[in-house]
């Protein structure tokens, strides 16, 4: 699998982004997909992660009601719409594919669960 991570930018607080996370290569539908971010100086954290079907999705504390993922099985995309974007947002974020199996429920928040990683792309959140 394949993954392209788009649609970073910069953004005054307040403001919205969507990001989008391209993937290629195998079925996409087989993978639960994640987004991840790493702020400078920081480790890297999870943000969102939304099962193989789209049923199930999972949020940081941090993001919680602000951020949505889904995912477009036609386009073989993944989706993170930020809103309500707050300074401490800005980091690299980036997208993540894990083959969706019984460990995933438990796991969906840790980096090691996941197998393929996109580039990153960078959001940048202006007081």
């Known amino acids: 699998v394949q993954l392209q991570a788009s649609g970073g930018g910069l953004v005054q607080a307040g403001g919205s982004l969507r990001l989008s996370c391209a993937a290629s290569?195998?079925?996409?539908?087989?993978?639960?997909m994640g987004w991840f971010r790493q702020a400078p100086g920081k480790e890297r954290e999870f943000v969102a992660t939304i099962n193989w079907n789209g049923g199930r999705t999972y949020y940081a504390d941090s993001v919680e009601g602000r951020f949505t993922i889904s995912r477009d099985g036609a386009k073989n995309t993944v989706y993170l719409q930020m809103n309500s974007l707050k300074p401490e947002d800005t980091a690299v974020y980036y997208c993540?594919?894990?083959?969706?199996?019984?460990?995933?429920?438990?796991?969906?928040?840790?980096?090691?669960?996941?197998?393929?990683w996109g580039q990153g792309t960078l959001v940048t959140v202006s007081s």
């Open positions: 993540a594919a894990g083959r969706s199996n019984t460990a995933y429920s438990g796991a969906y928040f840790l980096e090691t669960w996941y197998e393929y």
């Open positions: 290569g195998r079925t996409f539908s087989s993978y639960a």
